[in-house]
C-alpha cells in the first residue's frame, strides 16, 4: 500500500523505522530482529540505506523479507551524494521490479570523504534532483523525504532550509518524516512554520527511543538535535545501568508520542532501529491510545 494512503485515512499511525546489516555475516540476526518488529503490526515500517552514510545491498532484501512475510507496507530509503546516475538508475529499477511502492528521497549523509573532495563533480548534490529522477521513473512511487524542526545543520537559516524543503514537496514528495526531536515544542513551532510557507503534505514528527548511554553521542553527533534538561538528567542518572536506562528511554519516547497523537498529530514514525524489545514497549505503552483508530 502507498504510505500517503495510510497517512490520509483519517486514522492514527505508528511505524518503525530499522537499518540493514553491515556486513553479510550479521544477515541474519538483521532479519530476525526485523520479521519481530513487523509481527508486532506496525502502519508501516522503513528501511534505510545505510544508516549514517554508507550504501547498502540489503534494504531491498529486508524490505522484500518483511512484505512478503507480514504483509506490513515498506518504505525503502534511497540516498544519492555518493552515488553515480547509473547507480541510482538501477536502484530505482530494481525497486520497481521488487514491488516498492515506497522511496524515502535522500541525500545522504556526507562522509568525510565526500566533504573533502569537490562535489561538482558527483552526480547528485540534493535530495531534490533524487526526487526528479523518481518521478522520471515509470513507477509512479508514493515519494517520502526528510526535514528539520531545527534546520539542517548546513543551512544558514530556517527560512532557507525550509524554502528548499517546499521545492522538494513542489518537485513530488508526497510526505515529510522530520530528523529526531527530542522535544515537541520544536515540532509543533516548525509544523507551524510549513503550513505557513504553503507546505500542506503530511509531516511525521521523528522519535528516537534512547535507550542507551552511548546512542546519545551518536544522536547528537547525525542530528545535532536539542536534548532538553529533563531527556539529559535520566542519561546522566540511569546511563550507566543498561535496564534502568532501557525503561526510561521507552517511557520517554512513549510520553513524547502521547503528547503528539494528544496534540492532534495522527502519524508519528519511530526510529525503534532493530530493537523489537523497544518497539513493542513503545507499542504497549499507546495501545489503548492507538485503539480502534489504529491504522
Ligand atoms: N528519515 C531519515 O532517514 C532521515 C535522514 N536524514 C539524513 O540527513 C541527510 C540529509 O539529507 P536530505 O535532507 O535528504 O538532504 P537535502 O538535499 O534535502 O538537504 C541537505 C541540505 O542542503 C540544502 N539544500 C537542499 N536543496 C538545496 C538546493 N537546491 N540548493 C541549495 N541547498 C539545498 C538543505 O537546506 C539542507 O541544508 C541525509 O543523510 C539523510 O539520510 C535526516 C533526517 C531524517
Ligand atoms: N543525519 C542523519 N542520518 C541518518 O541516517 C538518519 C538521521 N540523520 N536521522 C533520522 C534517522 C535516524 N538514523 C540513525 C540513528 C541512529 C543510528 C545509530 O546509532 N547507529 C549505530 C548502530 C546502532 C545499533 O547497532 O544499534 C552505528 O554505530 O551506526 C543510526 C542511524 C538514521 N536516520
Do not use: W
Not at 39 to 54: D, E, I, K, R, W
Not at 72 to 99: F, N, P, W
Request: proline content about 4%; aromatic content about 8%; hydrophobic content about 40%.
Amino acid at each position: 500500500m502507498k504510505i500517503i494512503d495510510i497517512l490520509k485515512k483519517n486514522k492514527m499511525s505508528l511505524s518503525f523505522e530499522v537499518f540493514p546489516p553491515k556486513k553479510a555475516t550479521s544477515f541474519e540476526s538483521v532479519k530476525s530482529a526485523t520479521e519481530s518488529i513487523a509481527a508486532l503490526g506496525p502502519s508501516f515500517m522503513s528501511v534505510t540505506y545505510g544508516a549514517g552514510g554508507g550504501v547498502s545491498q540489503y534494504t531491498l532484501e529486508i524490505a522484500k523479507n518483511l512484505k512478503t512475510k507480514f504483509n506490513v507496507s515498506m518504505l525503502a530509503h534511497l540516498t544519492c551524494v555518493s552515488s553515480s546516475k547509473e547507480t541510482v538508475k538501477q536502484r530505482i529499477a530494481d525497486m520497481k521490479a521488487a514491488g516498492i511502492k515506497n522511496v524515502m528521497a535522500l541525500r545522504g549523509d556526507l562522509t568525510p570523504e565526500l566533504i573533502e573532495n569537490n562535489r561538482e563533480k558527483c552526480d547528485y548534490h540534493h535530495a531534490i534532483e533524487l526526487i526528479h529522477e523518481l518521478k522520471a521513473s515509470d513507477a509512479d512511487f508514493c515519494i517520502g523525504a526528510a526535514c528539520y524542526p531545527e534546520k539542517h545543520p548546513e543551512s544558514a537559516n530556517q527560512r532557507e532550509d525550509i524554502q528548499h524543503l517546499k521545492e522538494k514537496v513542489d518537485a513530488g514528495a508526497d510526505f515529510l518524516t522530520t530528523q529526531m526531536i527530542f522535544d515537541n515544542n520544536l515540532f509543533f513551532s516548525f509544523l507551524y512554520k510549513l503550513r505557513e510557507a504553503g507546505v500542506t503534505c503530511p509531516v511525521l514528527p521523528g522519535i528516537m527511543p534512547i535507550t542507551n548511554a552511548n546512542q546519545v553521542e551518536r544522536a547528537i553527533k547525525l542530528s545535532g538535535s536539542f536534548m532538553p534538561q529533563r531527556f539529559k538528567s535520566l542519561v546522566d542518572k540511569f546511563g550507566s545501568d543498561p535496564d534502568a536506562m532501557k525503561q526510561a528511554g521507552i517511557i520517554y519516547a512513549s510520553d513524547q508520542i502521547i503528547d503528539l497523537y494528544a496534540n492532534g498529530i495522527t502519524n508519528v514514525h519511530v526510529y525503534s532501529m532493530n530493537k523489537p524489545d523497544v518497539a513493542e514497549g513503545i507499542l504497549k505503552n499507546v495501545s489503548a491510545i492507538l485503539g480502534k483508530n489504529f491504522v
